[in-house]
């Protein structure tokens, strides 16, 4: 039985371990989150494959045969494998625990020179803010340059919008009221798709954004070119508070 | 609050069928509580959660929101009205604890007596609750302060009201004489006491948390 | 003719509804006309004149049906009716349609009733499916979708699962204790009359301007703040589910506690009746959440509170905090019922006494206890407090250790059985074993919090709430239902087509809910009508699946229905089950026993000689002797 217990956890494993479930790894965080996933897998498939294998095997030796109405054998528990069955779940548990904790320390944790970009939501679009010399802002499309860390700093005008680009692997939602953070250090150029992940109403499943990774000298450039549109009252207070202040006035996610 | 019906004939054995088999064996009763007070303690416990749903939101409006002023600038809760008012529901609770005890004791009048005050303070507490909400200066659409004071007060005078109703029903069966000395007969009286006792509690809570913190 | 409207009833029912209507309406429209405003409001989330007659209407009908009649008459101290039993029992399928306090009939009633809500929220699934099946919009629009989601997940999980769970402990549980009824049976019926009504509030709302409620079973503020009259009839519709609900656990713990048959312990309690416990004990303290948070938006709503205005001192994330505070509760009070459906169907069938009984009950409270403490795993990138993050996420994850407990221990329980899988019952309840660990492991993936961050609100929590929920809850109702569906009607079912439906049903949900992880991880959100072209196979193929799963559900209703009219008499214990249900006949005397049996023993004594869980009147006054009866652990 260990035999296949073991056979079949491998085999889930090499198969699961295999695919790349999650899509292309275009931040830093991306690595760390897949190869959590891959943890979780091979965690898994070991508990799975217990699971499977002791019900087949259960199935398979102590069917009733036709006819046999009697009753099996009146054990009522085992102290040993009771005490087994609770001991090594929770280890595995804590294990996946710690190791999730790690991780999260590890992707939000603050480079020093990272760069702040305000994000705003409303039903159903986006429009970034770029604190600078001059501030700017862009509609419908945001613009990062690789290998830095960005601070987005999001605030929805109307109700709950949620911040999602899956190659970065990072999600946040934008709440009306408060200001919450995420943090991501993109590693690839190139064109990505931001999507709007918190229902928001009837235009919920069309609320995307393009998102242009670029070298941080284009992106310089590209800042330099936007010209500023007009901004609803929440961007100006936002850019007031960004330029009085380097924290904003609003209340902040708490940390 | 099921309890008046009148014991019920017990089955004489045989099959359900059987036409001198008039209802159901008695339960076994396996608990020292009887049911009534076990269903009204959980009812309380329910109730206190729905208490602690406003109290959730009272907590993050207060403390998570943290707007500077509370209540808002010019207003001013009237501590001095709704402390009188804690008085006055404070000392129902007494009057019906001394129903309890007389009718425990048997004493028919008492109960009487003590259930009446005990109606007289609560409706006294809901005017003075309605007088004060008539005269405070501000709807529950003052800011998130307004909607919580609002609805915390609100609430529990809602529950004052449930209370009253029961005890309502309570006098007037006292009144028709049916309620006496011993223990099983004098739960309709015992069950809405334990849930008034609730609603004074509730209240001292509200009161220290609304107008006193 | 006037006298039929003076009987409790359905006349006296629907003319105690209008009146009540009739009256809310008049009061709003003359309160307002003479407050000079305009008599009909009709800005987007207002409408007096449409919320009050509909929250008086319900009561209208419950007056009028007859809950109230025997509760008023005793208020006032008037002579109550001698309890002549006249409403006890069901002579013909029209008692079913009046209110009745026998624990029997109402779980009847709780179970179709509920059934009638699956189907018709499977059909908004189907729907669903069929608008997914391919990448742009063909069936219905984006708003209409998203009501269709919201309807369909909250007739799921309030008019489904947690219901025809009360429904069929209401039937079992009175006689596994060995009481005549419930504690309250009044009650009883109470609580069940307000759940069609819960029902009809929420299919109401796709009557109403703007459209059914579409802000999904969550009802996140401040989009449920702001969302049409809709939303407004689904507040309401959670009041009174909710109202029922908690009205039954108190019903369930009272006769839990109080009205077991003497002898019977705690430790000697079957699983199922340990299951229902703890349930009742999570619905008691969990439930009144929920109504407090759909409180506070129908406030925000009517009366224009502002407890989740952010312009207003609001705070829009305590929506989350209050709601999850409930509903993670709520997704055990899903499932634990079902833990002891399972027990009772494994130990029965596989001849063998619940491997470590102490520690299964054990389990069931570790998971009510547990199960407070993570609410806030739902909430991983919702903006919350970030130090809450790793104390949910450890809670959480610990809570696998007790469910773990459970999975293993029924997997004990097979051991050195005679495991019989000629039930439908018994195959519904393997399958579980499989299926659910592979939510569980899901879910448990789910609590990791850096995963969660990618693949929170997308097609992988699609994924995971369907096999929990499906493959969870949904199965061990079957399991159920085929378990006791001799003892409720008193025929058998047809095993053939049972086998059919399991099939069909095991097929159909990994066909569905396994693709959803990958589309998901790789980028699909949810609650989306419309999706990039990249996930059209695999959602054409999901929607295959599901249309075969909804396929094969009328199999199970074909079978359950001309079963019930035309199957076989079933024997009093067809399964050779001990617990005390089983010993009476089926469907059971009216008044369940002619005398209170007596427990001598635990509930699962399977392969001692000799040994007996409960002796019956009539039996014999002696307790026999043989091994004595001890229990696990
Ligand atoms: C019956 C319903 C049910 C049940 C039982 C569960 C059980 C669990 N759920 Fe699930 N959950 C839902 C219904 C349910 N859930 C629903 C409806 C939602 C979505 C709500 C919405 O947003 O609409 C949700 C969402 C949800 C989320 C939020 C995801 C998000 O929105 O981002 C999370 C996160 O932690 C989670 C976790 C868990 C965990 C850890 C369990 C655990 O209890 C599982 C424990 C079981 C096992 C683990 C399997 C058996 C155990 C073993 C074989 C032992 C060994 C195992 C290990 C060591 C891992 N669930
Ligand atoms: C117990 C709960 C439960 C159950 C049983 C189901 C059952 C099913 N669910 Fe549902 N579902 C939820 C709970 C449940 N669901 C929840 C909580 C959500 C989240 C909602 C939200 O985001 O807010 C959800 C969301 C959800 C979505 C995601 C929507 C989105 O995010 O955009 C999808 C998509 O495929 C789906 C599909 C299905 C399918 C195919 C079934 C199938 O299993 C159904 C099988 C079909 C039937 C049982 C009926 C068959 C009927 C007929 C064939 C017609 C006959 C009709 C009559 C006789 C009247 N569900
Ligand atoms: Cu914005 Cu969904
Ligand atoms: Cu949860």
């Known amino acids: ?255 | 609050m099921e309890s008046a019906s009148v014991p019920l004939p017990h089955g004489a054995g045989g099959h359900a069928a059987d036409s001198h088999h008039h209802g159901p064996p008695e339960a076994n009763q396996s608990s020292r509580i009887d049911r009534q007070t076990l269903g009204i303690l959980l009812f309380i416990v329910s109730e206190v959660m729905l208490f602690g749903a406003f109290f959730a939101s009272y907590f993050f409006l207060r403390v998570v929101v943290n707007p500077t002023a509370w209540p808002p600038k010019p207003f001013e809760l009237p501590v001095g009205v709704a402390g009188m008012n804690t008085a006055i529901l404070v000392s129902s609770s007494f009057t019906i604890h001394y129903a309890l005890e007389a009718i425990r004791k048997g004493n028919k009048q008492g109960m009487k007596l003590g259930l009446v005050l005990t109606w007289l303070l609560g409706l006294t507490f809901l005017f003075v609750q309605i007088n004060e909400y008539v005269h405070i200066g501000f709807s529950a659409r003052l800011d998130s302060f307004g909607s919580i004071f609002y609805s915390l007060t609100g609430l529990h005078g809602a529950h004052v009201f449930a209370g009253l109703m029961l005890l309502t029903f309570a006098t007037i069966r006292a009144f028709r004489g049916h309620f006496d000395k011993d223990a099983e007969k004098h739960l309709g009286v015992e069950v809405p006491g334990i849930y008034w006792h609730f609603v004074d509690i509730m209240w001292i809570i509200v009161f220290a948390t609304v107008y006193i913190l | 003719m006037v006298a039929a409207f003076q009987r409790p009833g359905w006349y006296r029912a629907a003319l105690g509804a209008v009146i009540a209507a009739a009256l809310g309406f008049g009061l709003v429209v003359v309160l307002r006309e003479i407050s000079g405003l305009s008599a009909f409001q009709s800005e987007q989330t207002g409408y007096p004149q449409v919320i009050v007659p509909l929250i008086m209407a319900p009561f209208g009908f419950l007056l009028g049906i007859g809950c109230f009649d025997y509760w008023l008459r005793w208020a006032f101290g008037l002579p109550t009716i001698p309890e002549d039993h006249s409403s006890h029992g069901a002579h013909s399928w029209k008692d079913y349609f009046k209110v009745n306090t026998d624990h029997k009939v109402i779980g009847i009633q709780y179970i179709c009733t509920t059934f009638v809500f699956f189907f018709i929220g499977g059909l908004a699934a189907m729907l669903i499916r069929a608008e997914l099946a391919q990448p742009g919009t063909q069936i219905v629009g984006a708003g209409t979708f998203n009501s269709l989601f919201s309807v369909h997940a909250a007739l799921m999980i309030f008019l489904f699962v947690i219901p025809v769970f009360a429904g069929i402990a209401n039937y079992v549980l009175p006689l596994m204790i060995g009481a005549p009824d419930m504690a309250f049976p009044r009650l009883n019926a109470l609580s069940f009359w307000m759940l069609p009504i819960a029902g009809l509030l929420f299919l109401g709302s796709f009557l109403a301007p703007g459209g059914a409620f579409d802000a999904g079973w969550t009802g996140y503020a401040p989009l449920s703040t702001g969302a049409p009259l809709g939303q407004s009839f689904f507040n309401l519709g959670v009041q009174f589910a909710g109202a029922s609900s908690i009205a039954t656990a108190l019903n369930f713990l009272v006769t839990i506690i109080t009205m077991r048959a003497p002898g019977m312990t705690f430790w000697r309690m079957p699983l199922l009746v340990w299951a229902n416990l703890s349930t009742s004990l999570l619905v008691v303290a969990a439930t009144p959440f929920i109504a407090g948070a759909q409180f506070m938006v129908f406030f925000d709503r009517i009366l224009h509170t502002n407890f989740f205005q952010f312009g207003a001192g609001g705070d829009v994330i305590s929506y989350q905090h209050i709601f999850w505070f409930y509903s993670h509760p709520a997704v055990y009070i899903m499932i634990l019922p079902g833990f002891g459906i399972i027990s009772e169907v494994i130990s029965t069938h596989a001849r063998k006494p619940i491997f470590g009984y102490r520690l299964m009950a054990l389990a069931l409270i570790g998971i009510i206890v547990l199960s407070y403490s993570v609410w806030a795993h739902h909430m991983f990138v919702a903006g919350m407090f970030s130090w809450l993050r790793v104390p949910m996420m450890l809670t959480t994850l610990l809570i696998a250790v007790p469910t773990g407990i459970k999975i293993f221990s029924w997997l004990g329980t097979l051991y050195f059985g005679k495991i019989h899988t000629k039930s439908t019952a018994m195959l519904f309840a393997l399958a579980f074993i499989v299926t659910f660990t592979i939510g569980g492991i899901s879910g448990v993936m789910l609590g990791m919090v850096p995963f969660d961050i990618h693949v929170s609100d997308t097609y992988f929590i699609v994924a995971h709430i369907h096999f929990v929920l499906f493959g969870g809850s949904v199965f061990t109702i079957f399991a159920g239902i085929y378990h006791w569906f001799p003892k409720m009607t008193g025929r058998m079912y047809d095993e053939k087509l049972g086998r059919v439906h399991f099939w069909g049903t095991l097929i159909g949900t990994w066909g569905t809910f396994i693709p959803m992880h990958w589309i998901g991880m790789d980028g699909m959100p949810r609650r989306v009508a419309d999706y990039a072209a990249q996930f059209g196979n695999w959602n054409l193929l999901i929607s295959c699946f599901a249309f075969m799963l909804g396929a094969v559900q009328l199999v199970f209703l074909y079978n359950m229905i001309v079963s019930w009219r035309f199957g076989p008499k079933a024997e009093a214990n067809p399964w050779r089950a001990n617990s005390i249900e089983w010993l009476v006949s089926s469907p059971p005397p009216i008044y369940n026993f002619d005398e209170i049996p007596r427990v001598v023993g635990g509930p699962y004594e399977f392969g001692i000689p000799g040994a007996q869980h409960a002796i019956m009147a009539g039996e014999g006054a002696e307790v026999p002797t043989g091994e004595p009866s001890v229990v696990g652990t």
Not at chain 1, 77 to 90: D, F, Y
Not at chain 1, 133 to 138: D, G, L, N, P
Request: net charge negative.
């Open chain 1, 1 to 255: 039985m260990t035999a296949a217990v073991v056979a079949l956890a491998a085999a889930i494993s090499a198969v699961m371990l295999s695919i790349n479930w999650d899509g292309a790894e275009d931040s830093t965080a991306a690595p760390k989150i897949d190869d959590l996933l891959n943890i979780a897998i091979v965690l898994s498939s070991i508990i799975f494959a217990i699971v499977v294998v002791a019900l087949a095997y259960a199935l398979y030796a102590f069917r009733a045969k036709p006819g046999d109405e009697s009753d099996g054998e009146p054990i009522h528990g085992n102290t040993r494998l009771e005490i087994t069955w609770t001991l090594i779940p929770t280890i595995i548990v804590l294990f996946s625990g710690g190791w999730s904790w790690k991780v999260l320390n590890e992707i939000e944790e603050r480079t020093g020179h990272e760069m702040t970009v305000d994000v705003f939501s409303q039903q159903y679009a986006w429009s970034f803010g770029y604190p600078g010399k001059e501030y700017a802002y862009s509609e419908g499309v945001l613009h990062v340059p690789v290998n830095r860390q960005i601070v987005f700093k999001m605030h929805s005008q109307d109700v709950i919008h949620s911040f999602w680009v899956p190659q970065w692997r990072i999600k946040k939602d934008n709440v009306p009221g408060i200001t919450t953070t995420a943090v991501v250090t993109p590693t690839k150029t190139g064109t990505f798709q931001l999507i709007c992940t918190e229902l928001c109403g009837f235009g919920h499943a069309t609320m995307r954004a393009k998102v242009v990774v670029q070298s941080q000298s284009a992106f310089d450039k590209w800042v330099e070119g936007l010209k500023e549109k007009v901004p609803t009252p929440l961007m100006v207070s936002v850019k007031q508070d960004t330029e009085t202040n380097p924290e904003p006035l609003e209340r902040a996610e708490a940390e």
